[in-house]
C-alpha cells in the first residue's frame, strides 16, 4: 500500500501549491495510526525537536498573521504544511525490495521524459545555451523543474550504487538526466556518487598501491568516463558561465540577512522575500527573489532561528542514525542539495530523508 506515493514522489505534482505526494501521505499515516499493527513507532530522539519545531512555526505563522492583519487560505495551507515534518520522527517497516524497484520504474519514466523534452525542444541543437537561456527547458512541463526533479534521480542512482557499484544501463541514464536537468548540485551530487561507489569504495586496493587486473581495467574505465564528461562540461561556455554566476546568491543571502535582523525570533509567518518584497523595507534588495535558495536561510526567514536550530539538531540526530557509510554519503549529499535549494520544505525531499530510515531498520 505504501508504495502508492512513489508516482507522485517522483513526478513531484502539485495542486494549489501543495503537492500530490502530501495529499496522498496524510490519509495514509493517519489510516496507519488508526489500524495499528506495529509496523509503525516514533522514533523518540527526533520528536521532542520535531515537535519543538512545529510548534514554533505555529505560532510564527499566528502570531504574524496577528500582527498584520492577515489570516487568509494561504496562512490556513502554512499551519496544515508544517505537520509534513512529522516523516521525520517516524519509522514505518516497509517492504524495501518493492519500494526500490517502484522508484526504479518510475525514475526511468522520469528520465525518458526528460530526454525526450530535451530533444522536443531542440534544445540539443545548441548546447552551449543549455546552462544558461536553455536550462528553463522543462519548466512548466516537468514537475519540480529543475532541481526538486533531480532528486528521485540521485536517489536512484545511489541505490544502484549501494546494491551492486557497477555500471549499468539506469546508472547510465539517471546520471544523464541528472545533468540534463542543469541544476549544479545535482551534477555534483551525481559526480561525488560515481567517485565514492565506484572508484573508492571497490578500488580501495588499488589506492593503496596493491595490484589487481580486473580492478584496475574498472578503476580505469570509470576514471575515462568522468574525465570525459569533466572534458565535455568544461568546453561547454554556458557551463563555465553558471559556475561562476554568484550575483543573485550574493544579494539573497545579503537580503535575507536583514530581513532576519528584524524579527529574528518568529520569522514571518511562513512568508519568504516574495511574500515580503514591497512590504517590509530592505535597503539591499535589488530584485523580487522567488526565494532564499537556501533551506537554512528560508526556515530562518520564515519561522525564526529557534525553529531553525530546533531543525538542526534534527538532522544532526538523523545523521548520528545512519548505521552505514553508504548511507551517511547520500545524507550528506541532500543536505548540501538543501543548501543551494529550499528543498528542506520540499515534502519529497523529506520522503527521502525518511526512506534512509527504512535502510537503518534493517
Known amino acids: 500500500m505504501f508504495e502508492i506515493l512513489i508516482p507522485s514522489i517522483v513526478?513531484?505534482?502539485?495542486?494549489?501549491?501543495?503537492?500530490?505526494?502530501?495529499?496522498?501521505?496524510?490519509?495514509?499515516?493517519?489510516?496507519?495510526?488508526?489500524?495499528?499493527?506495529?509496523?509503525?513507532n516514533i522514533k523518540k530522539s527526533e520528536f521532542v525537536p520535531v515537535v519543538l519545531f512545529i510548534l514554533m512555526s505555529i505560532i510564527s505563522t499566528i502570531s504574524y498573521s496577528m500582527i498584520t492583519n492577515d489570516f487568509n487560505f494561504r496562512t490556513i495551507v502554512q499551519l496544515i504544511f508544517t505537520f509534513q515534518y512529522l516523516i521525520l520522527c517516524i519509522n514505518l517497516k516497509i517492504d524495501q525490495c518493492k519500494l526500490?524497484?517502484?522508484?526504479?520504474?518510475?525514475?526511468?519514466?522520469?528520465?525518458?521524459?526528460?530526454?525526450?523534452i530535451f530533444i522536443?525542444?531542440?534544445?540539443?541543437?545548441?548546447?552551449?545555451?543549455?546552462?544558461?537561456?536553455?536550462r528553463l527547458y522543462g519548466q512548466d512541463i516537468i514537475p519540480g523543474?529543475?532541481?526538486?526533479?533531480?532528486?528521485?534521480?540521485i536517489f536512484t542512482t545511489w541505490i544502484i550504487l549501494k546494491n551492486g557499484t557497477k555500471l549499468s544501463f539506469d546508472l547510465i541514464l539517471f546520471s544523464i538526466s541528472s545533468i540534463l536537468t542543469t541544476s549544479r548540485m545535482s551534477i555534483a551530487a551525481i559526480i561525488i556518487l560515481w567517485i565514492y561507489f565506484l572508484i573508492i569504495k571497490p578500488n580501495k586496493e588499488i589506492l593503496k598501491g596493491k595490484i589487481n587486473r580486473g580492478s584496475i581495467f574498472k578503476f580505469a574505465i570509470v576514471i575515462l568516463i568522468l574525465a570525459f564528461l569533466g572534458f565535455i562540461l568544461m568546453k561547454n561556455e554556458s557551463f563555465i558561465y553558471r559556475l561562476g554566476v554568484t550575483y543573485d546568491r550574493d544579494n539573497i543571502f545579503v537580503s535575507t540577512i536583514e530581513y532576519i535582523k528584524k524579527s529574528p525570533l518568529i520569522g514571518y509567518g511562513g512568508n519568504t522575500i516574495a511574500q515580503l518584497y514591497g512590504k517590509i523595507s530592505n535597503n539591499v534588495i535589488m530584485y523580487n527573489w522567488q526565494h532564499t535558495h537556501n533551506a537554512f536561510l528560508e526556515i530562518a526567514l520564515r519561522y525564526g532561528l529557534p525553529a531553525l536550530l530546533f531543525f538542526i539538531v534534527i538532522l544532526y540526530k538523523l545523521f548520528k542514525e545512519q548505521r552505514s557509510f553508504d548511507s551517511k554519503i547520500l545524507f550528506l549529499i541532500l543536505i548540501m542539495l538543501a543548501t543551494s535549494q529550499i528543498l528542506i520544505r520540499n515534502f519529497t525531499f523529506l520522503f527521502f530523508i525518511f526512506l534512509l530510515n527504512v535502510y537503518n531498520l534493517e
Open 120 to 134: 522536443y525542444k531542440g534544445v540539443y541543437l545548441n548546447l552551449n545555451t543549455l546552462f544558461t537561456s536553455g
Open 145 to 153: 523543474w529543475p532541481n526538486s526533479t533531480a532528486l528521485p534521480l
Open 11 to 40: 513526478f513531484s505534482y502539485s495542486i494549489f501549491n501543495i503537492q500530490l505526494s502530501n495529499i496522498i501521505f496524510y490519509p495514509y499515516l493517519i489510516g496507519r495510526l488508526y489500524t495499528f499493527n506495529g509496523k509503525l
Open 100 to 116: 526500490e524497484k517502484k522508484l526504479i520504474f518510475y525514475s526511468r519514466l522520469l528520465s525518458f521524459f526528460i530526454i525526450f
